[in-house]
Structures are given as C-alpha cells and as structure tokens.
C-alpha cells in the first residue's frame, strides 16, 4: 500500500501545525512513529485517504461515527442547516426537540444544557457539583480520560490516600492537588479513598464503562458501592457518558446499569460527527447553572442549529429497530474470529467486548483496571496497528483504544476484517 501523499502532507503539516496533528491521539507516535494517513473521504464503514487507498474504518473518529460515514439522513439534517443558517446567538426550536429526545431517552436527566465538546461538558460539571455542594475535591478512576481541563489531566497520588500530582505541564500543583485518583474497580481503595478525603469530595467522576483503556466493564457491585458511599458523605456522581451514551443501545450506560447518577456528561455520538457536548442531570443539582443559579457556563457556539440537527438526526437513525443487535452480532462475530485466530497463531491476547465497541489486548490477563492495560505489550500492538493499516483496516494509534462498529458495517466487512487479522497475527 502506498502512502507517499500521507507521508508528503504529513511533512508539510509538521511546518504548520504543531507536531503535524490537531489532536496528540492522531500521532503514530504510540505506535512506533510516521506519517499518519491523511483521509480525504468517508462513505459509510469507509474512508479514504490521499493515495487512494480505501480502509474498512474501526476508529469511527474516536467514537462519534456511530452511523458511518456521510450518513444520507444526517448529511441532510446538516444540508438544512447549512442553508437555513447555522448560528444565530438565540433560542431555536431545534435544541428544545432535542432536549426533549435526550430526556426521553434517558430518564435521569431532568434538565440539559448543550455546549460544544466533551471537555466542556465533563468540566462544567464538576464546576456545579462544586457549587452545589460548596466543597472542592473531585475523585476520579486511575486510567479514565474526561477531556483536557485542568482538574482531569492529574495522575494518581502513590495511593487512594495520597492527592494526585499533574500530569501535563501547564496544570497547577494546586489544581491538581484537588483530585484524588483510585484504581477503577477497586471497592477498597475507593472505600479507603472516600474514609480520608469524603467529607471534602464535590463529586465522583465515572466512566461507567471504560472507554479509555479498551472497553472495561465495572465489576459486578462497585459502582453500586461507590454510589452508595458518595450518598453517605453527600458527594454527587457524575458519570462521564460522552462515549458511552447512545453507544450500547438508545440511551445511557448508567440505565443498562441501573445507577442514577447526579449528573451526567455527554458528547461524541450525540452530534451525529459534529462537534457537541450536553450535560444533565437532577433538577435541584442542574438549577445551580446560570442564569437560574450561581454556577456559570456559556457558550457562543452552544446548542448551535447545525449540530443540533445532526445529533437530533443522528439519533432518529439510532432509535430504528434492530441497529444496536446488529452491532453486538458483528461485534461477536469479529470476537469469535479474532480469538480463533489468535489461538492458531499462538499469538498471546485478551479481548473485552461490549456489543458492538471491543479491545484487543496483548497480554494472557483478563483487562479490568488500567495497571492491567498499561501491562499489555504495546511494542506489539504498534505492529499490528501497522499490519492492519497496511491491509486496508483502520484502527486507533494506541493500545488504549477501542474498535467501535457502526451501522453501516457488514458481514463482509468483517470477512475480510479476519482475514487481516489472520495474516497480521501470523507476521507477528
Ligand atoms: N470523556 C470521555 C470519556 C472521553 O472519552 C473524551 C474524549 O475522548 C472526553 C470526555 C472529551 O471529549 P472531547 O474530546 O469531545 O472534548
């Protein structure tokens, strides 16, 4: 497969933009370096590069792409948009509908708010859990991306005892001295965690599956357990849903689950690809928002016509029958396959799937904490990133991140998925 325009654009975009990328994750550089491949078009499953070359697409833009590639109902919605006007500083009817669509959708949400991405999203709820409950500090689970705001790009301390330290230059000691990080699915440690720090936690930050370290699903009672500890020291629940909601089925992660959290942050699916971010929640938790309560956000591009449109689109493609069936059995099929032939391959992995969004790891553990997944052979998994690329498959540049289906892939396309997978695993 030739990439020479890739690998010429890249060069010029180095000049440009810094370290060629609009996003760190777009780099190869947790793959083993170089030029990563410029796309040009998108149909469906599909997407194309410079060079022509056309690949069955895995990273579905790190999550949003639920509906494939240049959707016809979506690409509609967003045709309306662009020409009845895609911004216009007021109220539209278009937020209030889909408002209205999340809150049937998910029934712990008594009010919303829409801004523009996940960060925004996951960042002003922990401003209102602050302001709701006066207090300051925030727990998080070692491992789970919330964005790039300050309070979340903090490491964990040497244990669920100890404050976090930062983990990007540029985040303020005092900042991060604020969060305490404990390993995810750990009852102890976040027992341990919440008996120290409890009386002075704001709020819980959870992805309620993990969707940042491959797919990891709680173990069977902790979330319940940290939810009934953060009511006891009447600290909020905030559950960071911007790759889980409407991923899984029609709806949120936390119904599936049976958890009510107090808030809840949204994002990636939601805007039918454009950008988006909407949080929610308990209506006495939600009117700390300004202009009702102290607690201040804004946005200029927020609950904006177009991506309104889309994501209001987005989820009428989602809400027809069958479409989160159809990704589990794809899902199980690529499961079944990968696993065969990694056994005939004597190739050593893991895998964690929940229906149609999975995670490949390279290693002989079961994945069920980011230590784990931090642990699996990364050398190896940039091989396999490279093998796959090279046969037309994209998959995220990182060890950490997920495959996710789309509606629009087929069985064929899962054929000849495994059949990559057959050869790349007998290369490595
Ligand atoms: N929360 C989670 C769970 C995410 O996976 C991400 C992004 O990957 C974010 C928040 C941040 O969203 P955005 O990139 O739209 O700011």
Known sequence: MNHTKSEQLHAEALEHIVG????????????????????????????????GNRYIDYLAA????????????????????????????????????????????????????????GTEAVMTCVRVARAFTG???????????????????????????TLGSPDSAGVPHAVATEVITVPFNNQEQFTLAMEKWGNDVAGILIEPIVGNFGIVEPHKGFLEHVHALAKEYGALTIHDEVITAFRFHYGAAHTMLGLTPDLVAMGKVIGGGLPIGAYGGRKEVMETVAPLGPAYQAGTMAGNPASMQAGIACLEVLQQPGIYEEMDRLGALLEEGILAAAKKHNVTITLNRLKGAFAIYFTDVKVENYEQAENTDGEKFG????????????????????????????????????????????QL
């Open 20 to 51: 060629g990328v609009n996003s760190p994750s777009r780099s190869y550089k947790a793959v083993g370096g170089g030029a990563p491949v410029v796309m040009v078009r998108g149909k469906g499953a599909y997407f194309w590069d410079v060079d």
């Open 135 to 161: 207090r300051t500090k925030i727990i998080k689970f070692a491992g789970c991306y919330h964005g790039h705001f300050d309070q979340v790009l903090v490491a964990a301390g040497s244990g669920p005892a």
């Open 62 to 117: 790190y999550g949003p792409i639920v509906t494939g590639h240049g959707h016809p109902h979506i690409a509609k919605a967003i045709a309306h948009a662009a020409e009845t006007g895609v911004l216009f500083g007021t109220p539209t009817e278009h937020e209030i509908k889909f408002a209205k669509m999340l809150k049937e959708a998910i029934p712990t949400l008594d009010k919303v708010r829409f801004n523009n991405s």
């Open 383 to 426: 091989r396999f990133f490279k093998l796959m690329l090279s046969q037309g498959i994209n998959l995220a540049p990182s060890k950490y991140e997920a495959w996710f289906l789309t509606t629009e892939h087929t069985e064929a396309d899962v054929e000849e998925t495994l059949k990559a997978v057959d050869y790349a695993f007998s």
